[in-house]
């Protein structure tokens, strides 16, 4: 979340842009993406320079040789962003648009790769020298103050997504461009998905709905964390993280062009992010991934005709939550794992078409778990109430307990502010669900508890955690009815006492 100084920062880039003559919002996130992604560019080949020579491994840097721009050819360290920055600003303006921002478009050897795709149509717009000195000034102190946040709190775990939280707020600032039902999971909310699901290094990871791809990203993070080993010291493994490990759509095209630049920046070489309506005939996947995390869109409505006619045989419905459910069950592989995010609706929802969905995952798969999380996660985006659905895909049914868990705290107050507090029960959530067996003998007055499948079966499929929670009463024991009566016959006597010695008073 965009607090403080950095938001202020922020504000003034939004505001050096539109005094510049650059107004229109997407325009704007994609530029300030571009330069992001041109610092971190930087950024990165540095840490993985120095990562490869701490293991003894040979690293280039992109930056190390001439490079190629059409005919000419430019010194590759003048393309750095720490070194460009440092240039007047008309000097650094025909850098960048000569040469800086040709060779990010081509930066990929894969002309098939999803960021040459997405690149080939990206157009450098800022029109000033002085407005991109003024830009690039204002994001280096952004950087450093990041850096400084970081350095102060040492918490590795919860690295800042710059780029993330700077699109995320500037697109809190669209009211009229027609985007404004898009908003990013947050980070945290994230990260516990992740966690609860624990990819591992032979994983096929896929977000139908990927956006900026943060989904694909935290996973990739959290095996570098936790198989680093397994990954970059096996040359298939490493091959397969690069190329064949994750998947993304989206509809987007603004989106896709972020998400391939965070990907690769997250230092994954290639990833296959494609446009694609992941609910149409337009996406043929079937059984081919073992780990779905996403947040696909609430509340949207298709017509049936755009929809695939295999996801209507499960559930027929215009509704897109609902659908990306049954594609989700579609695209997994037998065994594979899903963690996704769904509104309150789909939990007790009483159309057939709520029904028949609850009732496959059920019956024929696997439901592992229902997190109810409180109305403010999404905040200040939305304040629809959700939950988090964990299930694996059968194909014959499996299911024999669910768990639930009441989410009351995520870290930070439930209001537009979002400000960090200590109530967070998301370390608890990851206990509790890697420790199942020790969830069995737990009451229904406890903040997590187990409930047998058949019991859900008898209550109509019903997944609201109200349905099966029970509330502890606590006896209240008052004085007898004489007793309270003495006592307001006391409290009367003292008020009119109190009143004649005021009209004393008042009379002298």
Known sequence: MVTGEIKNKIDSLWDDFAAGGLVNPLDVIEQVTYLMFIHDLDESDDLRAKESAMLGLKYKSIFADEVEIGSRK??????????????????????????????????????????????????????????????????????????????????????????????????????????????RTPRHIIRMMVEMMDPQPDEVICDPACGTSGFLITAGEYLKENYKDKIFFDKDKKDHYMNRMFYGYDTDRTMLRIGAMNMMTHGVDNPFIEYRDSLSDQNPDSNKYSLILANPPFKGSLDYDIVSTDLLKVCKTKKTELLFLALFLRMLQVGGRCACIVPDGVLFGSS?????????????????????????????????????????????GGTDNVWFYDMKADGYSLDDKRSEVKENDIPDIIRRFKKLDEEKDRKRTEQSFMVPVQEIIDNGYDLSINKYKETEYVPVEYPPTSEILA???????EIQKNLKELEKMLKE
Do not use: C
């Not at 078409?353 to 109305?375: C, G, Q, Y």
């Not at 006592?487 to 006597?493: D, T």
């Open 487 to 493: 006592n307001i016959n006391e409290l009367e006597k």
């Open 74 to 183: 430019v010194d590759g360290r003048k393309l750095k962003w720490s070194v460009f920055r440092d240039l007047p600003a008309g000097e650094m303006y025909s850098t960048v648009q000569e040469s800086v921002f040709p060779f990010i478009k081509n930066l990929h050897s894969d002309k098939n790769s999803a960021y040459s795709k997405y690149m080939d149509d990206a157009i450098f717009k800022i029109p000033t020298p002085l407005l991109l000195d003024k830009v690039v000034n204002k994001l280096d102190d952004i950087f450093t103050m990041i850096s400084k946040a970081k350095s102060a709190e040492k918490a590795d775990d919860s690295k800042p997504d710059i780029r993330g939280d700077v699109y995320e707020y500037l697109l809190s600032k669209i009211s009229q461009s027609g985007r404004n039902g898009q908003f």
């Open 352 to 396: 057939n078409a709520h029904h028949a969905i609850r009732k496959a995952i059920i019956d024929d798969n696997r439901l592992e778990a229902v997190i109810s999380m409180p109305s403010g996660v999404f905040k200040p985006y939305a304040g629809v109430s959700t939950a988090v659905l964990v299930f694996t895909k059968i194909g014959h």
